[in-house]
Nanobody, 124 residues
């Protein structure tokens, strides 16, 4: 069982930055592709970014490309999402999730374990 915990959410003004963290209190995350997703009220959960188990490959949604950076520290069993130049449309609950090693899927149904989410609110 993998238990994920996200942190780092909050309220910022447009143009501001936040760094989200995702860690596991149980099993190591080093063997998993890791993804960040987000969900705004009344919308479906959407892909934000993913990183391969080694950290050598990353993918981003077009809406966040150039503003968000995903990274990981397997030594600290943590995955990060640095979010810069935030916009009001980035407001959502952000979730991290474990994918399968070698998978580069952006579909939520291909991810097995999920955290509880952390709220990000961006005001204009």
């Amino acid at each position: 069982q993998v238990q994920l915990v996200e942190s780092g959410g909050g309220s910022v003004q447009a143009g501001g930055s936040l760094r989200l963290s995702c860690t596991s209190s149980g099993r190591t995350l080093s063997s998993y592709t890791m993804g960040w997703f987000r969900q705004a009220p009344g919308t479906e959960r959407e892909f934000v970014a993913l990183i391969s188990w080694s950290g050598s490959t990353t993918y981003y949604a077009d809406s966040v490309k150039g503003r968000f950076t995903i990274s990981r520290s397997n030594a600290y069993n943590t995955v990060y999402l640095q979010m810069n130049s935030l916009k009001p449309e980035d407001t959502a609950v952000y979730y991290c999730a474990t994918g399968r090693r070698g998978s580069m899927s952006r579909a939520p149904h291909d991810y097995d374990y999920w955290g509880q989410g952390t709220q990000v609110t961006v005001s204009s």
